[in-house]
């Protein structure tokens, strides 16, 4: 829906929880790293994302909790709402006497008007005139970081998906199913986890030599390389990517092809922060995190007081080398082609023949003619200097940091207390979740595939697929309009947008094969879960994506594949500019974004704002330089393109203006662009689309209660689909190193700019919600 992406551009999402940097990482990076971060945050959206990351294939990456709410399978209405083909104007409007009063209509209006403030003039503010009410009442839980439509959606997925895993699987039940129930039981069973105490991270350590702050003396510098911990962290089923990441993605300008990436490092906290150093209250919070973290592993304190404060200098240097997120926005700049004897003589530094064929998997070798994809040179030219002169057991105490603060989160209570700690500084959140929450969220993030295959088998309806679709094209058409009539385009550029456009497709529910038992089983059998050994059967999983992700190196990219669109399981939307195409999961498809038994205007207002946001990002700034085929290919005119960038351009200055009241922190208007396009097309289009709909069906009726029009109505449940509570902390976070903007300014940001919305507001121009100065990319 709107958030993220894959490597500079692959995939956008709706929402976003993973800081900005998540969308460059690789699937078994992001695997790790999001299970890093969940350690550290222990968000559970975050874990969840990490698993689905890990099992899948890299571009789509999850932004909020996975859940989904009620299935749609909900009590039908008793009636069919009535049409009025009586219109007398172009104008949607309703009788007053025509009131929707089924039960389905009676139970959204109750929802609206709970969130409801009428006290707040809407020509003034109208997220807190739609959501003023919600922002009041609601508290936010304890284990919680913030409450939205998303949270309460993914509350409910979590109660249903509890009961579909932990129900016990008959013999002849599949494969995929027994994994997901018994990965369950490992995260549920706390007395084993705390008998077995840090063992199994222990053992594994010792084979790597140790962590040095903890062996002390008896740590041998001769026999350890940080080239060997990195072969070895693959083995083992640990991220690869602490120094420097390395994937196998898509070739983006060839995107049926595969090549192998290089990136910058993925360190422990976002670059934002710890550019700042220790002086920075989340960087010592980490600091103080990582000395406690040490010594409950082992280490003596002043040891570890000192020890680490030399590998974190390390991290920050890492930090300091590579690129900030604003300029990870173009991807040409990102697309740097050369081959292994190119970087062998440019970064001397690592064997790299040796390096990457030992973090391929067995039987695929490549040559020094292998082409790779050097994203950052910058930061490979600065990193050989930065290893030379960082002592190499600063350099082995970060790495071993980073496996035993990733290793924390699956094992004992003591250690997960003081990773809550950590977690409270970064995102105010009190307390843990409750453990089946945890593990539900760890096993649908980890076994997606299988447990959304549970999900929809028996939670969604068919018909809403087809409804949806209609939603889909209706949307798309009116986008077509917009590209065909703004005036800034030439006709070539313009002939190549909407060919891009006729192009995308759509994907909305599941696939097909989900269905098929034998799909499933073909893919995960070479998978194995124990019971009795929980962080074990996380590496194991996390050893099975990778060599997944890296064994499709020789193999084509298809853009169909179904594998890349089986998460049905997840509260989200995505744009892919790889594949060219939109995702909507059978987890949106419910609630207050879509039902079928309710007036029109609220599906538009709410689904309808997601779908075009979606279509949108097609054309956003990091999505237009992608073509029809998922390439990226500069297909813009120089004066169109200059034309857009003086567009992007107002969005910018709009939003960066924009002071979040509870941080008092200036939104980053560079970093939120590509979303804040998104957001001001996709509710213009789904406006247009609404329009479009009742002109052919005439008006729908009021809901009860409401005495609004069906187009004010529309911009109600536009914004209540964002009625959201954040921590302050979270909210800071989210600031700082998100790619979305909050939930507020996607209310207001788009709203300020239609026309359409002071039009039916009839509000004057000059108020903060009719400013003269408007901004409109498309
Ligand atoms: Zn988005």
Redesign the pocket.
């Known amino acids: ?3 993220v992406h894959e490597v500079p551009t692959i995939s ?3 929402l976003d929880t993973n800081p900005s940097w998540w969308r460059r990482r690789t699937t078994l990076e992001r695997t790790l790293t999001l299970i890093s971060i969940v350690a550290l945050i222990a968000v559970a959206a975050l874990v969840i994302a990490l698993v689905s990351v890990v099992l899948s294939d890299k571009h789509h990456e999850v932004l909020e909790l996975p859940g989904t709410a009620e299935a749609l399978g909900a009590p039908p209405a008793t009636h069919i709402i009535s049409k009025h083909p009586d219109i007398e104007t172009n104008e949607v409007t309703s009788k007053k006497d025509d009131i929707c009063l089924t039960s389905e209509c009676v139970h959204t209006a109750s929802n609206v008007l709970e969130a409801l403030d009428t006290s707040v003039e809407p020509c003034d503010d109208f997220y807190n005139f739609a959501c003023g009410s919600f922002l009041k009442n609601t508290n936010i839980p304890d284990e919680k970081t913030q409450v939205n439509t998303f949270s309460v959606i993914g509350d409910k997925l979590q109660i249903q998906l509890k009961q579909l895993i932990t129900e016990e699987p008959s013999e002849t039940v599949a494969k995929p199913f027994k994994l997901a129930n018994k990965l369950y039981k490992a995260c549920m069973n706390k007395t084993l986890i705390e008998q077995k105490g840090t063992q199994p991270i222990v053992e594994i350590a010792e084979k790597l030599g140790g962590w040095p702050v903890i062996k002390g003396d008896a740590w041998d510098e001769n026999s350890w390389t940080w080239q060997d911990s990195v072969k070895n962290f693959r083995k083992y089923g640990f991220s690869m990517d602490y120094i420097l990441d390395f994937s196998v993605g898509i070739d983006l300008k060839n995107s049926t092809r595969r090549v192998i990436d290089l990136d910058q490092a993925a360190i422990g906290v976002s670059r934002e922060y710890l550019v700042k150093g220790l002086e920075d209250k989340i960087v010592r919070a980490y600091y103080d995190y990582m000395v406690d973290m040490a010594v409950l592993f082992g280490a003596e304190r002043t040891r570890a007081v000192n020890e680490l404060r030399e590998s974190l200098q390390f991290e920050i240097d890492l930090a300091n080398i590579s690129l900030p997120n604003e300029k990870r926005r173009n991807s040409s700049a990102l697309y740097n082609p050369m081959t292994i004897a190119d970087i062998q003589t440019k970064y001397p530094y690592v064997s790299w023949l040796n390096y990457i064929n030992a973090l391929l998997p067995e039987g695929l070798d490549v040559d020094e003619n292998e082409i790779v994809i050097v994203s950052v040179p910058t930061f490979f030219e600065a990193l050989g200097d930065l290893i030379k002169r960082t002592p190499k057991r600063a350099i082995a105490n970060y790495v071993m940091w980073r496996i035993h603060g990733f290793s924390a989160f699956f094992l004992t209570e003591e250690l997960r207390k003081r990773q809550l700690q950590y977690s409270t500084v970064l995102s105010g959140r009190q307390e843990q979740e409750p453990r089946w929450k945890e593990c539900v969220d760890i096993t649908s993030g980890s076994l997606p595939i299988a447990v959304g295959a549970l999900y929809v088998r028996k939670h969604f309806q068919e018909d809403d697929k087809s409804k949806a679709l209609e939603m889909v094209n209706g949307i798309r058409e009116e986008f077509e309009k917009i590209l065909k009539e703004v005036s800034w385009m030439d006709e070539k550029t313009r002939e190549a947008a909407l060919n891009k456009l006729h192009r995308m497709t759509t994907h909305i529910g599941y696939p097909d094969e989900i269905m098929k038992d034998s799909k499933l089983e073909e893919y995960y059998k070479d998978l194995d879960i124990d019971p009795d050994n929980y962080l074990p059967s996380i590496l194991k999983m996390s050893v099975f994506g990778t060599n997944y992700s890296f064994n499709k190196l020789r193999k084509p990219f298809n853009k169909t594949d179904w594998l890349n669109h089986a998460k049905p399981a997840v509260v989200n939307a995505y ?1 892919s500019s790889i594949e060219n195409s939109i995702q909507f999961p059978a987890g949106i498809l419910q609630e207050k974004f879509f039902s079928a038994d309710r007036p029109k205007y609220m599906n538009y207002g709410a689904i309808g704002y997601v779908i075009g ?2 279509i949108t ?1 097609g054309f956003d700034d990091q999505g237009r330089q992608f073509d029809s085929d998922g390439n990226l290919v500069d297909w813009w005119q120089e004066n169109t393109k200059k034309a857009y960038l003086e567009k992007a351009r107002c969005i910018i200055e709009q939003y960066g203006n924009y002071t979040e009241v509870l941080t008092g922190l200036k939104l980053n208007g560079i970093n939120t662009q ?2 804040n396009i ?1 957001d001001n097309g996709g509710i213009k289009e789904s406006y247009l689309a609404y329009k479009k709909w009742a002109e052919k069906n005439g008006p729908e009726p009021r809901l009860p209660g409401l005495p609004y029009s069906p187009q004010q109505m529309f911009w109600i449940s536009a914004a209540q689909t964002w009625c959201s509570v954040y921590r302050a902390e979270t909210l800071k976070m989210r600031i700082t190193t998100g790619v ?1 903007s909050p939930a507020e300014f996607r209310v207001l940001g788009p709203i300020s700019n239609m026309r359409d919305f002071s039009k039916d507001f009839n509000c004057p121009e000059g108020t903060r919600m009719n400013p003269i100065k408007k901004c409109e990319v498309w």
């Open positions: 829906m709107f958030n956008y999402k709706l744009y946001h979606e990002h590509g979303e998104a979305h």
